[in-house]
């Protein structure tokens, strides 16, 4: 992605692009599966883990990014699809690798529709699928 196209994706979703946002939406845009804030640390040569998590805040906060918890104990973060809101109507299920402990987004599952007990309010879910990825397999 060039910095036109990530200034151009912060923009569209009301942040402000400074420095340090471009370079973790330009790393985040080169995963290949959701990453934690540790190793999305280990990505730059010096980064403020301060400033870090608040940049990471920032996206969650407007929807560029989502979190996922995979059952390891770490958060990890991913880039929303196109016209995500966050909403559990357009949430997708995650595959974590217990071979090489990668959890990639699985855009094209649909969770399926859950029937709710009457006056319960669904906010989020978190559907993790476990096995082995194509690459270790």
């Known amino acids: 992605m060039t ?10 979703k009301g942040i402000n692009p400074t420095a340090m946002r471009l370079l973790v939406l330009e790393k985040l845009s080169q995963q290949k599966f959701a990453i934690s804030h540790k190793d999305l ?8 883990n301060t400033t870090l998590f608040r940049t990471l805040k ?3 906060k407007h929807k560029l990014i989502h979190t996922i918890e995979d059952g390891t104990g770490l958060i990890k973060y991913a880039l929303c699809q196109e016209g995500c809101t966050c909403s559990p109507n357009d949430l997708h299920s995650h ?16 969770i399926p529709t859950m029937s709710l007990p009457k006056n319960f309010i669904l906010k989020e879910i978190n559907l993790v699928l476990k096995g082995i990825c194509d690459t270790c397999n």
């Open 3 to 12: 910095t036109s196209n990530l200034e151009t994706k912060l923009h569209q």
């Open 41 to 48: 640390t280990a990505l730059f040569d010096r980064a403020d």
């Open 58 to 60: 920032t996206f969650l």
């Open 95 to 110: 595959f974590h690798c217990t071979r090489c402990k990668q959890t990639f987004c699985l855009a094209e599952t649909v």
